[in-house]
């Protein structure tokens, strides 16, 4: 692809991305709270669509991967964007509970067509041996999505309030990430997706790859990271407030995670030609291991907040680059739509059930539990991704 097609590609869908995930994903822990105190549901209530919403994304994740190994990724794209867009719309007119969980079900559909799973799928299918520099690119600026969300939520509530709100964001998808993404989509296909390996005409075929070894240990080493990122992000505040830190810096900390993923995928594009990518993968397991361990010492050193902010959302943030790229050079690139989406189905279950499984291991033994278990999950998944390398080796082999 020419350099000139290249950032034609990128930036287009760097901006869309930012803004679907700002509009889509973020907007709804973003209004939670005025969520809760307008039409009066519980916190368990509403969040429990939520959960439901990126399972359905998880489960759906196989078939989008489908449509882009079948050079259909503008269609879907651009569809599912304004799907959504217009679900926000119908999201400002729901009264009943059931309407509530109705609108967010059918967004997990939409999530799985526009968010990072396919937009890095298309990428690697169209950019070849540039795919990493490109989803590096669109995850940088994505990456802000978060810091875009929260306070423009806030102040558009303030204004407007949140179905005003969610009207600014419906629109904002509408006119300005469905063409940018539709542009960028197209592109992409028709300069670099002659040079794709060609889809098996059966997805079954492609399917097969789950009977690899090396899939079940590269895709459950990357659930446990998930699976970390899910306890710890949905329980850091309650788990600082219990040990009596300072709300604020609680909440400055927690909100500090997003510009640090940002600065992780700086650090990683800088090092990424002198590190091998199951290197830089098992890095993002050891930071946030040591992330919960900094964390499980914060109430009595509040400084040691600092690392753990740096650590757990640099893992983070890296992971969603090195993922698609290892995933790629583990199990190849023929049909990694399909591959790719399989493998999402076990990450971002693992993400899904963090939450719930922060809360069992809060209830049976605290919030050290809870942190020894993310500890532990870090260091399972060095040995599986370690161990999927080796397994990959050994099927080259025969």
Request: charged content about 10%; glycine content about 10%; overall charge positive.
């Amino acid at each position: 692809m020419p350099s000139a097609s290249f950032h034609k590609v990128v930036w287009p869908l760097a901006i869309g991305e930012t803004i679907v995930w700002a509009g889509l994903y973020y907007a709804f822990p973003a209004l939670l709270l005025q969520w809760e105190a307008d039409p009066g549901w519980s916190k368990a209530e509403l969040t429990g669509a939520f959960t439901l919403s990126v399972l359905v994304s998880a489960l759906l994740a196989p078939f989008s991967g489908r449509i882009i190994d079948r050079a259909l990724g503008s269609q879907m794209f651009a569809g599912s964007a304004a799907a959504g867009a217009l679900l926000l719309m119908a999201l400002t007119q729901v009264t009943q509970l059931w309407q509530f969980y109705l609108v967010w079900t059918v967004m997990g559909v939409v999530l799985a067509g526009c968010l990072y799973e396919p937009c890095f799928a298309l990428l690697t299918r169209t950019m070849g041996v540039r795919a990493r520099r490109a989803i590096t690119a669109v995850s940088l600026v994505a990456g802000l999505a978060g810091t875009v969300s929260y306070p423009a939520a806030h102040y558009l509530s303030l204004a407007f309030g949140w179905r005003g709100a969610v009207m600014v964001f419906a629109s904002v998808i509408l006119l300005v990430a469905v063409p940018l993404m539709w542009f960028a989509a197209s592109l992409a296909e028709r300069t670099g997706g002659h040079q794709a390996p060609p889809s098996s005409l059966k997805a079954s075929a492609a399917a097969r790859v789950a009977g690899r070894p090396a899939f079940w240990a590269l895709a459950l080493g990357f659930a446990m990271l998930a699976l970390n990122h899910g306890m710890i992000l949905t329980h850091t505040l309650p788990l600082l407030n219990e040990r009596g830190l300072d709300p604020g810096l609680a909440v400055l900390a927690i909100s500090c995670i997003g510009p640090m993923q940002v600065i992780g995928r700086i650090v990683m594009m800088s090092v990424e030609h002198r590190v091998s990518s199951l290197a830089i993968a098992i890095s993002c397991q050891i930071a946030v291991g040591f992330a919960a361990m900094f964390l499980m010492g914060a109430a009595a050193a509040p400084l040691l907040l600092a690392p753990f902010v740096m650590l757990q959302g640099a893992g983070n943030g890296v992971t969603s680059i090195i993922r698609p790229v290892l995933t790629a050079e583990l199990l190849g690139r023929t049909d990694f739509g399909v591959i790719s989406g399989l493998t999402a189905v076990i990450y971002i279950s693992g993400f899904a059930l963090g939450p719930t499984a922060g809360s069992i291991l809060w209830q049976a033994g605290g919030y050290n539990a809870m942190l020894m278990a993310a500890i532990g999950l870090a260091g399972a998944g060095i040995g599986l991704l370690a161990a999927s390398r080796r397994l990959s080796a050994l099927a080259a082999h025969g």
